[in-house]
T-cell receptor, first 114, second 117 residues
Framework: NAGVMQNPRHLVRRRGQEARLRCSPM?????VYWYRQLPEEGLKFMVY????????ESGMPKERFSAEFPKEGPSILRIQQVVRGDSAAYFC????????????FGPGTRLTVT | DQQVKQNSPSLSVQEGRISILNCDYT??????FLWYKKYPAEGPTFLIS?????DKNEDGRFTVFLNKSAKHLSLHIVPSQPGDSAVYFC????????????????FGQGTILTVHP
């Protein structure tokens, strides 16, 4: 009965490199959400996806960030040309389609940009 | 623009006593409210939720109260236990155009609860 899986748990990237964060939702969940937590702050919504479809990306920075949830495989959050300000904990959550407010979170990926 | 606010960064309570965590919101479109608990280096864990059509929801030691006119909700933990020590986040989500609750959660900044033995 696996919960939401995220990998890697820790990721270190140099400025200018790309970061790829992966998320596998809970079994039976068709909706995936990405949130970011900066130091000393609460979680901030980034993007809401269904399989092969972005529902709401109003929280995504306009440049360098993209997300996908393909028909097969995990959801991917991709950050191109990382900068120090991207250092944060990135959390993925999943839910059933009929209860989108009831979200279950993964353990997070802590990204450090050096 | 902080739409969900937790004005107390921390709270310290004696074991066995009541813990009361507070949360205020500004967006009248919020339709569903939730409380999450988070330990360091882990993801948030769902605790309890309440729909805007209710004013109270209870689950074991946890009770959430919603005062819509004041745009205020609170989480009561009775009795508090040392294992409850964690960061508590309140979150809210609006209804979509179809009138059902949406999945875009807006979180408060969190309150660190410490329960002393």
């Amino acid at each position: 009965n696996a919960g939401v899986m995220q990998n890697p748990r820790h990721l270190v990237r140099r400025r200018g490199q790309e970061a790829r964060l992966r998320c596998s939702p809970m079994k039976g969940h068709s909706h995936v959400y990405w949130y970011r937590q900066l130091p000393e702050e609460g979680l901030k919504f980034m993007v809401y996806l269904q399989k092969e479809n972005i529902i709401d990306e109003s929280g995504m920075p306009k440049e360098r960030f993209s997300a996908e949830f393909p028909k097969e495989g995990p959801s991917i959050l991709r950050i191109q040309q990382v900068v120090r300000g991207d250092s944060a904990a990135y959390f993925c959550a999943s839910s059933r389609g009929d209860r989108p407010w009831e979200q279950y979170f993964g353990p997070g990926t802590r990204l450090t940009v050096t | 623009d902080q739409q969900v606010k937790q004005n107390s960064p921390s709270l310290s309570v004696q074991e066995g006593r009541i813990s009361i965590l507070n949360c205020d919101y500004t967006n009248s479109m919020f339709d569903y409210f939730l409380w999450y608990k988070k330990y360091p280096a882990e993801g948030p864990t769902f605790l309890i939720s309440i729909s805007s059509i209710k004013d109270k929801n209870e689950d074991g030691r946890f009770t959430v109260f919603l005062n819509k006119s004041a745009k205020h909700l609170s989480l009561h933990i009775v009795p508090s236990q040392p294992g409850d020590s964690a960061v508590y986040f309140c979150a809210a989500t609006p209804a979509n155009a179809g009138g059902t609750s949406y999945g875009k959660l807006t979180f408060g900044q969190g309150t660190i609860l410490t329960v002393h033995p």
